[in-house]
């Protein structure tokens, strides 16, 4: 690979094939350790199954492992990811949970390509493949859409028809932010808001959103996320300052499927050492 060995610390937000990133846990691992970070953590949507992928490949390539999950909440009518880090796997109430998430993404996404198929020649195969165990979500209806050659990328494919004004669009349950947190504690990890102010969402995290999440429990917040808007960040660093919030920087890589790429974005290895000391899993 063509960079390598510029980046440090750790990236806190990675995506694999266990949801919609295009490479192995052990992939990451290996570019992570190409790339010269200290660690990092996969935090696939909705699941825990590439933990041990990831775990066993940051061993053998010589670098540190945060296991994570990226959450799909939402609060007051708005989507919001929330990141949960060092959670208990065998925390039965958080799973439940999450395994609701995921049944409806599956009806969701069959549903979303039902529909779809009326219009593009796409069968629901062709989203799933062979990986039907991962989270399925829209970038893996995008994929099979640029397969069939409709369209250039993913991001053309969302951009075009798979966008939340889009006949073909579906909404999908999601866990309220506060309820998550709490399942986030009660599965003994630290929970951290995702891109608070990322370009796609309509509005930004408000301040008084924030304080909420807070007093919730929430420990720490993604001030440093490429997609963040520069101009929508103010009020939320000051609210996580007010309010002692930990800023975590990371990328949201998702292999090909996003420009994000790999280490872009990252957090001071002293930082992941104390959020290791509060979680229940804490490599
Ligand atoms: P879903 O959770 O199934 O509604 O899909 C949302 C996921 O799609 C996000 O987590 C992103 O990874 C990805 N995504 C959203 N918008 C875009 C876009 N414009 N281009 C590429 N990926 C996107
Ligand atoms: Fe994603
Ligand atoms: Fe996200
Ligand atoms: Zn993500």
């Given at each position: 690979m063509a960079?390598?060995?510029t980046q440090?610390?750790?990236?806190?937000h990675?995506?694999?094939?266990?949801?919609?990133?295009?490479t192995?846990?052990?992939?990451i691992?290996?570019?992570?350790?190409?790339?010269?970070l200290?660690?990092?953590?996969?935090t696939?949507?909705?699941?825990v199954?590439?933990?041990?992928e990831?775990?066993?490949?940051?061993r053998?390539?010589g670098?540190?492992f945060?296991?994570g999950?990226e959450?799909?909440?939402?609060?007051?009518?708005?989507?919001?990811?929330?990141?949960g880090?060092?959670?208990?796997p065998?925390?039965?109430e958080l799973?439940?949970?999450?395994?609701?998430?995921?049944r409806?993404?599956?009806?969701?996404a069959?549903?979303?390509?039902?529909?779809?198929?009326?219009?593009?020649a796409i069968?629901?195969?062709?989203?799933?493949?062979?990986?039907?165990?991962?989270?399925?979500?829209?970038p893996?209806?995008?994929?099979?859409?640029?397969?069939?050659g409709?369209?250039?990328d993913?991001s053309?494919?969302?951009?075009?028809?798979l966008?939340?004004?889009?006949?073909?669009?579906?909404?999908?349950?999601?866990?309220?932010?506060?309820?998550a947190i709490?399942?986030?504690r009660?599965a003994?990890g630290?929970?951290?808001?995702?891109?608070?102010?990322?370009f796609?969402?309509r509005?930004p995290?408000?301040?008084?959103?924030?304080r909420?999440f807070?007093a919730?429990?929430?420990?720490g917040?993604?001030l440093d996320?490429?997609?963040?808007r520069?101009?929508?960040?103010?009020?939320?660093?000051a609210?996580a300052?007010e309010?002692g919030?930990?800023a975590?920087?990371?990328?949201?890589?998702?292999?090909?499927?996003?420009?994000?790429?790999?280490?872009?974005?990252?957090t001071d290895?002293?930082l992941?050492q104390?959020?290791?000391?509060r979680?229940?899993?804490?490599?």
């Amino acid at each position: 690979m063509a960079r390598s060995g510029t980046q440090q610390g750790f990236d806190l937000h990675t995506h694999s094939v266990f949801s919609d990133g295009t490479t192995r846990p052990a992939d990451i691992a290996r570019e992570a350790a190409e790339l010269g970070l200290t660690g990092f953590a996969l935090t696939d949507h909705d699941t825990v199954d590439g933990w041990d992928e990831a775990r066993a490949a940051a061993r053998t390539a010589g670098i540190e492992f945060l296991p994570g999950i990226e959450i799909t909440t939402k609060h007051a009518g708005r989507s919001r990811h929330l990141l949960g880090y060092g959670i208990d796997p065998a925390a039965g109430e958080l799973f439940a949970a999450l395994a609701e998430v995921r049944r409806s993404r599956l009806a969701r996404a069959q549903e979303m390509v039902r529909r779809l198929s009326a219009d593009y020649a796409i069968t629901w195969e062709s989203v799933v493949g062979e990986e039907d165990a991962r989270t399925v979500g829209r970038p893996h209806i995008a994929d099979a859409l640029v397969a069939a050659g409709y369209f250039a990328d993913r991001s053309t494919a969302f951009a075009e028809i798979l966008h939340p004004a889009s006949p073909y669009y579906l909404g999908t349950h999601a866990i309220d932010t506060l309820e998550a947190i709490r399942l986030v504690r009660a599965a003994g990890g630290a929970a951290a808001l995702a891109h608070p102010a990322a370009f796609r969402q309509r509005t930004p995290t408000g301040a008084q959103e924030l304080r909420a999440f807070a007093a919730a429990g929430l420990w720490g917040v993604e001030l440093d996320h490429p997609e963040n808007r520069a101009d929508w960040l103010p009020p939320i660093t000051a609210t996580a300052a007010e309010t002692g919030l930990a800023a975590i920087g990371s990328s949201d890589y998702h292999g090909a499927g996003k420009p994000n790429l790999l280490g872009e974005r990252s957090t001071d290895p002293a930082l992941v050492q104390l959020l290791r000391e509060r979680v229940a899993t804490p490599r």
